[in-house]
């Protein structure tokens, strides 16, 4: 927490410590070496007024830094944006904020039930009917319904009279009279010598 704290952050341009307290942390070295040459003690009301005054400025510029770097941000984030649209009656998944690693992050399906504005739509659920919400449209994604009619697996059709594969085997299993020379035990494998014990002579 020390490093952190004494370092300066990106977006704000400043370190945690001053921001909260008004003076840069003591760190090791400043302990070893000792303090800068000029540093005098200063009574406690001056001290207090200067702590005011320097956290004020240093918050003023950490404001302005921010809006720099929040304008920087917005147009790192707009490069790879892409404009999403929905209309009523929409079907949508909702991301949803997960709880845990193995929680489901998407959640519906949803539909659009009013456009409120360029990126804000309003939408309920298709079970929870009454209940609707208010999101952005980064948190929407196109719902696609699944088909869920079953359909017959290729590798099992034959190409004879419509007929599977599988048929086939119980039809001629259903025919043939089980062996009676047919055994059912256990595997048994063969047991060999490792190769540095064949020149052995007990």
């Known amino acids: 927490m020390l ?6 952050h ?9 921001a909260m307290l008004g003076r840069e942390l003591r760190l090791p ?23 005011r005054e320097r956290i004020d400025r240093v918050h003023e510029l950490a404001r302005d830094h921010l809006k720099t770097q929040q304008r920087r941000q917005k147009c790192l984030h707009d490069r790879h944006a892409k404009e ?4 009523p009656n929409d079907r949508v998944w909702l991301a949803m904020p997960r709880r845990g690693k193995l929680d489901r992050g998407w959640e519906g399906p ?5 456009v409120m504005g360029p990126q804000t739509y309003r939408v309920r659920h298709h079970e929870r009917k009454r209940r609707t919400l208010v999101v952005h449209s980064g948190r929407m ?9 079953e359909q017959p697996d290729v ?3 034959s190409v ?14 259903a025919a043939s009279p089980p062996s009676s020379e047919m055994k059912i035990g256990r595997s048994t494998r063969r047991r060999r010598p490792p190769g540095y014990l064949r020149d052995y002579i007990p």
Do not use: M, W
């Open 3 to 8: 490093a952190y704290n004494s370092s300066v």
């Open 10 to 18: 990106e977006s704000t341009g400043v370190t945690p410590a001053i």
């Open 29 to 51: 070295l400043d302990v070893q070496i000792g303090n800068p040459p000029g540093r005098e003690a200063q009574g406690l009301p001056d001290y207090i007024r200067e702590t």
């Open 84 to 87: 999403s649209r929905f209309c």
């Open 110 to 114: 949803y539909r659009v039930v009013e």
């Open 141 to 149: 994604k196109r719902y696609h319904a699944r088909d869920i009619t």
């Open 155 to 157: 590798g099992d059709q």
């Open 160 to 173: 004879r009279g419509g007929t599977t594969r599988r048929q086939e085997h119980q039809t001629l299993d």
